[in-house]
């Protein structure tokens, strides 16, 4: 079956400007997270969802990022007012159901300028 | 608390020796420990994973060892090949939760 798809796969955005990411999980995973990853660093956790709900946001840097996930599928990753400094890799996650492996996507590389 | 630290930065080996690359974490609370291999511009990829319930988990050339008291663990990665060249990342969860990542193993196999 298909695997975590994340769209668009690049994204450059001018500073300032609002942008979504998309994030389809593998059928029938209940769980959906989204990471940031800047250059030759590990992942770091923004959010969590367990269906629709976000269990954890404790990980989003501060409130011009909001994600959604209202069908408890597909999820979307929302930042306004890019900033330079939010250029990454974001990468979404999902798991069949709390603790057991999460698979990820290819990421979107996000470069504000 | 949250932290897992990760060793070494970066490695180079030869074709058909042993990597190895360390982890230690402070958060006792965590009980899920993967390993992801990720090549550039792609996403992290699941390789192996282990709870603390056993001290080594073996797939392929790949094996874990887990060191409860100590905190730690490592990736064992036997014959290594040159197609194993890529950047690895230790990672540990509590109950299900974020992982919390190590800051990478850049690993270079030379033919």
């Known amino acids: 079956g298909a695997g975590v798809s994340q769209t668009p796969s690049n994204k450059v955005t001018e500073k300032g400007k609002y942008v979504e990411l998309r994030c389809d999980p593998i059928?029938?995973?209940?769980?959906l997270y989204w990471y940031r990853q800047s250059l030759g660093q590990g992942p770091e956790f923004l959010i969590y969802f367990q269906g629709t709900g976000a269990a954890d946001d404790s990980g989003l840097p501060n409130d011009r990022f909001f994600a959604v996930r209202p069908e408890g599928s597909v999820s979307t990753l929302k930042i306004q007012r890019t900033e330079r400094g939010d250029s990454a890799m974001y990468l979404c996650?999902?798991?069949?159901?709390?603790?057991?492996?999460?698979?990820f996507g290819q990421g979107t590389r996000l470069t504000v300028v | 608390q949250q932290q897992v630290k990760q060793s070494p930065q970066s490695l180079i080996v030869q074709k058909g020796g042993i990597s190895i690359i360390n982890c230690a974490y402070e958060?006792?609370?965590?009980?899920?420990f993967p390993w992801y291999q990720q090549f550039p511009g792609k996403g992290p990829a699941l390789l192996i994973a282990i709870r603390p319930d056993v001290s080594e988990k073996k797939e392929g050339r790949f094996t874990i060892s887990f060191n409860k008291s100590a905190k730690q663990f490592s990736l064992h990665i036997m014959d290594s090949q040159p197609g194993d060249s890529a950047t690895y990342f230790c990672?540990?969860?509590?109950?299900?939760?974020?992982?919390?990542f190590g800051g990478g193993t850049r690993l270079m196999v030379k033919p």
């Open positions: 990672a540990a969860s509590s109950g299900g939760n974020m992982l919390t």
């Open positions: 996650a999902s798991s069949p159901r709390v603790n057991t492996e999460a698979f």
């Open positions: 958060n006792t609370a965590f009980d899920y």
């Open positions: 059928s029938g995973h209940t769980a």
